[in-house]
T-cell receptor
Framework: GAVVSQHPSWVICKSGTSVKIECRSL??????MFWYRQFPKQSLMLMAT?????????EQGVEKDKFLINHASLTLSTLTVTSAHPEDSSFYIC??????????????FGNGTRLTVT | DAKTTQPNSMESNEEEPVHLPCNHS???????IHWYRQLPSQGPEYVIH???SNVNNRMASLAIAEDRKSSTLILHRATLRDAAVYYC???????????FGTGTRLQVFP
């Protein structure tokens, strides 16, 4: 089945530093990838849509200068949390849809990256 | 975005069938109904999706009401590994993003 790989699976960083999270589709290509954030005991919140070769589309209330997204190829999207603060500590999850599939075909999710900012 | 309403939690015993309900009274004619589940500390996993007709796959069945204002995810024989949060999501046909609601936490007892 289609696999989405996230790296790292967990990271601890100091306040003020930046952290990059990678999301790769291993056996399919994706023109669009999605980034979600999930706080403990809450649901997933869509942060942004990553578009290959163009700018990401951010959901309302998500700072684009804080969460930098780059979708450089059909198999890789990266999310960089810049100048991280403790309130950015969360579970970040990416997902992707096979570009050969229909618009409503299933999304494939990575296993998430747990970010802890100290 | 169209909204869904699910019970916060449900319980089941192992090897019994589980019926997880979802209400989506504001669904439009082109919205697909998706179900995903999330195990602790993992990303969500696709379960099933449909538009109008009932759907079956190796994981579950999806029963869609005739007026499409509600649907039910059916796990035919619950196992301990089915304990998860189950999300019912409406996907608009003109956009490919999924907006998650609060989901139903399913507990399965041996």
């Amino acid at each position: 089945g289609a696999v989405v790989s996230q790296h790292p699976s967990w990271v601890i960083c100091k306040s003020g530093t930046s952290v990059k999270i990678e999301c790769r589709s291993l056996d399919f290509q994706a023109t669009t990838m999605f980034w979600y954030r999930q706080f403990p005991k809450q649901s997933l919140m869509l942060m942004a849509t990553s578009n290959e070769g163009s700018k990401a589309t951010y959901e309302q209330g998500v700072e684009k200068d804080k969460f930098l997204i780059n979708h450089a190829s059909l198999t890789l999207s990266t999310l960089t949390v810049t100048s991280a603060h403790p309130e950015d500590s969360s579970f970040y999850i990416c997902s992707a849809r096979d570009l050969t599939g229909e618009v409503n075909s299933p999304l494939h999710f990575g296993n998430g990256t747990r970010l802890t900012v100290t | 975005d169209a909204k869904t309403t699910q019970p916060n939690s449900m319980e089941s015993n192992e090897e019994e069938p589980v019926h997880l309900p979802c209400n989506h009274s504001t669904i439009s004619g082109t919205d697909y109904i998706h179900w995903y589940r999330q195990l602790p500390s993992q990303g969500p996993e696709y379960v099933i999706h449909g538009l109008t007709s009932n759907v079956n796959n190796r994981m579950a069945s999806l029963a869609i009401a005739e007026d499409r204002k509600s649907s039910t995810l059916i796990l035919h024989r619950a196992t301990l590994r089915d304990a998860a949060v189950y999300y019912c999501i409406l996907s608009e046909s003109y956009t490919d993003k999924l907006i998650f609601g609060t989901g139903t936490r399913l507990q399965v007892f041996p």
